[in-house]
């Protein structure tokens, strides 16, 4: 099955297009899709999608997160995390709920936590518990 056929993440209130080129701080209420290259920090309860020509390089904060693209950097989704057979992760992944396609990417670690959705993950927090990890 396909992620596209199986989203569930409403009606896309703003694209960015293939060839775009963004950076800073992206913040949103809805569902947006990012088909070019945007670099720096992203925010939302609700859902991104990465699109399949997309590269972003962020930390991630998001309810719902669909990877079709390349994503460089750490994810905390609070409902879910899909990852298409075309998507590829670098980072760490801390979320609820993860569906990886046959032939998806993910380079990191992967934190599930059934509570996640039910409490604010602070992403600064995130990175300190990381930083403070001993390297294996």
Known sequence: MSIKNNISHGPIRAFLGEGT????????????RVDGSFKGEIQTENCLIVG????????????????????IGNVVATQKVEVSASGHVKGDLH?????????ALIDGNIHMDKNAGKKVVNLQEVRSESAAKPAN
């Open 52 to 71: 399949e020509t997309a590269v972003i390089q962020a930390e991630v904060n998001v309810g719902n997160l669909i990877v079709m693209g390349k994503l």
């Open 95 to 103: 979320t609820p709920s993860l569906i990886i396609q046959e032939g």
């Open 21 to 32: 080129e963004f950076e800073g701080l992206l913040s949103f209420e809805g569902t947006v």
